[in-house]
């Protein structure tokens, strides 16, 4: 599994690192998304894929490559 950002998609809501807050974090100055591990386990998948659906700027993305 590998992770992608869409950083200018970001509007700071925080809903990744509440699922997945193991992988993902936000900067302090402006909430923006920051991850953490691009390539979790596979035993995060089902967390990663619930941030990514609760992304409200859709900034997001979870490949199986």
Same mark, same amino acid.
């Given at each position: 599994? /590998?992770?992608?950002?869409?950083?200018?998609?970001? $509007?700071?809501?925080?809903?990744? $690192?509440?699922?997945?807050?193991e992988?993902?974090?936000? /900067?302090?100055?402006?909430?923006?998304?920051?991850l953490?591990?691009?390539?979790?386990?596979?035993?995060?998948?089902?967390? $990663?894929? @619930?941030?990514?659906?609760l992304?409200?700027?859709?900034?997001?993305? $979870?490949? @199986?490559?």
């Amino acid at each position: 599994m /590998r992770i992608l950002l869409d950083e200018d998609k970001c $509007v700071g809501a925080g809903q990744c $690192v509440l699922a997945a807050g193991e992988v993902f974090d936000q /900067r302090d100055e402006d909430g923006i998304v920051v991850l953490l591990d691009g390539h979790p386990d596979e035993a995060r998948r089902g967390e $990663v894929e @619930t941030a990514a659906q609760l992304c409200p700027g859709q900034a997001i993305e $979870v490949r @199986t490559d």
